[in-house]
C-alpha cells in the first residue's frame, strides 16, 4: 500500500504561483499514474491534472491548461504541480492520487489510493 503526502499549499494573491509536492512512501510511484484533483466546500471533487508513469503523457482539467503543469520525479517518488496565474476559483483542498490500472484518466473512481490534502487559498 502506497502512503501519499500532499505539501507545499498555502495563500496567495491572486495572479501568484504555487507548486504543491506529493511524497509517496512503501511503494515506488513510478508504478502508477498519477492524478491531481481537488475540492473546494460545497462542491464536489474534481479533476485538475493526471501524468502517466513515465511522465510523457499528461492530461489537464479546461479550467486550469495553460496555467498548471504536472510532473513527476520517480527517482523522488514525488509528484508535483506547479501552479500559475492563480485564481480566486483555483481555492480548494488540493489532493494526489494513485491509478494503478493502465492510462490516465480524470475519474476520481479510478484511483486507489488518496493522500490528506492541502490547502490552496488565493486572495482577490
Known amino acids: 500500500q502506497v502512503q501519499l503526502v500532499e505539501s507545499g499549499g498555502g495563500l496567495v494573491q491572486a495572479g501568484g504561483s504555487l507548486r504543491l509536492s506529493c511524497a509517496a512512501s512503501?511503494?515506488?510511484?513510478?508504478?502508477?499514474?498519477m492524478g491531481w484533483f481537488r475540492q473546494a466546500p460545497g462542491k464536489e471533487r474534481e479533476f485538475v491534472a493526471a501524468?502517466?508513469?513515465?511522465?510523457?503523457?499528461?492530461i489537464y482539467a479546461d479550467s486550469v491548461k495553460g496555467r498548471f503543469t504536472i510532473s513527476r520525479d520517480n527517482a523522488q517518488n514525488t509528484v508535483y504541480l506547479q501552479m500559475s496565474s492563480l485564481k480566486h476559483e483555483d481555492t480548494a483542498v488540493y489532493y494526489c492520487a494513485t491509478k494503478s490500472h493502465y492510462g490516465i484518466s480524470g475519474t476520481p473512481a479510478e484511483y486507489d489510493s488518496w493522500g490528506q490534502g492541502t490547502q490552496v487559498t488565493v486572495s482577490s
Open positions: 501524468i502517466n508513469w513515465s511522465g510523457s503523457s499528461t
Open positions: 512503501g511503494r515506488t510511484l513510478s508504478y502508477y499514474a
